[in-house]
């Protein structure tokens, strides 16, 4: 009996790489930058099994461009906002993710950045390597304590409990909303409380974004959020860029409604050079990289690869995002 016939569409960890080569025929495409939309449908013709990242977007075309024999598409994410999900439903096409093997990993980051940015440690350093740092001065590099702070959490899943879990280390007064409210009030730590998102936005002194992007969310945070922000308040993005509205960021920003940025999703990815966002010194992006660990990064692998090589072998997927494919 042949192997089954696969497409990946980047390098992954070894783990998972390993697993699938063990079991399939593998097509890897070895550019760092992601394949083409004309390669892309190129490289899917006749395969059983896809393989691929948020910067992918699998439509019907791709689809139908890899023919009937298609039985799953495997994301290497945890969101699947870049897949037709009707669509593969429609086929009867598995697909799958990696859930809450993010969740620990991102909530790190995100307060990596709110302490980046409240104590300005970028600033630091490039002033120390820009020789700015000539004494000690009483007024020199100030920033804003974090420690009883209000921190106010949009979106209150895993990642939204887990980074309010980490500021009751800081001793912060913790306020979240949830768009899309289920047992998240009964879950809370105790040190959150649930409150309206006007509340959220007027009393808030870091704003933290925590929620899946969806016809609701995108662009929600606008020029008539920002206005209902406090003038110092912070503004931290680790789920989805599309949920900010770049321009609109930018104006607050310049205009200084409000004070500060750190974003490590942005609308588009990567951000052009000759974005507006990237010629102000009151934010702070990083490359989508809230994910990045060695272990966390080994772990999508692995869950991705079950998922590619269940659905390859006419298995139901461990993580499945589309279960009404079973009831076909």
């Not at 008539?224 to 599309?242: C, E, Q």
């Amino acid at each position: 009996m042949s192997k089954p016939r696969v497409f990946i569409t980047r390098l992954i960890p070894d783990r998972g790489l390993n697993m699938i080569r063990q079991a399939c025929l593998v097509d890897l495409w070895p550019e760092n930058l992601p394949p083409s939309h004309t390669d892309l449908l190129k490289r899917v013709k006749g395969v059983d099994g896809i393989l691929c990242l948020l910067t992918d977007t699998i439509h019907s075309e791709v689809m139908e461009a890899a023919g009937t024999q298609l039985k799953v598409i495997s994301n290497h994410a945890i969101g699947y906002d870049n897949i037709d999900i009707s669509a593969a439903t429609q086929r009867g096409i598995q697909v799958g993710n990696t859930p809450n093997v993010l969740t620990e990993t991102t909530a790190d980051f995100t307060f990596a950045l709110l302490l980046a940015v409240a104590r300005r440690v970028v600033d630091g350093q490039q002033v120390v390597r820009t020789g700015g740092w000539k004494t000690w001065d009483p007024l020199f590099m100030l920033g804003v304590d974090v420690h009883h702070a209000t921190l106010g959490i949009f979106g209150f899943g895993r990642i939204g409990r887990a980074v309010a879990r980490r500021a009751s280390g800081f001793d912060m007064n913790v306020l979240f909303f949830d768009p899309t409210p289920d047992q998240s009030a009964k879950t809370a730590p105790l040190n959150a409380k649930a409150v309206n998102m006007d509340t959220l936005l007027a009393e808030s002194d870091f704003i933290s974004i925590h929620s899946p992007l969806n016809e609701q969310t995108h662009y929600l945070f606008n020029q008539s959020l920002f206005a209902k922000m406090k003038p110092g308040a912070i503004l931290i993005n680790t789920a989805r860029g599309g949920i900010v509205d770049p321009e609109a960021l930018y104006q607050a920003l310049k205009e200084h409604r409000i004070a500060f940025a750190a974003l490590d999703v942005t609308e588009p990815e990567p951000l052009p050079q000759d974005s507006p966002l990237l010629s102000l010194n009151n934010i702070l992006i990083t490359p989508h990289i809230a994910s990045a660990s060695h272990a966390t990064r080994e772990k999508m692998s692995v869950m991705a690869a079950e998922n590619l090589l269940a659905g390859v072998n006419g298995k139901g997927l461990l993580y499945c995002v589309n279960p009404q494919v079973y009831m076909k």
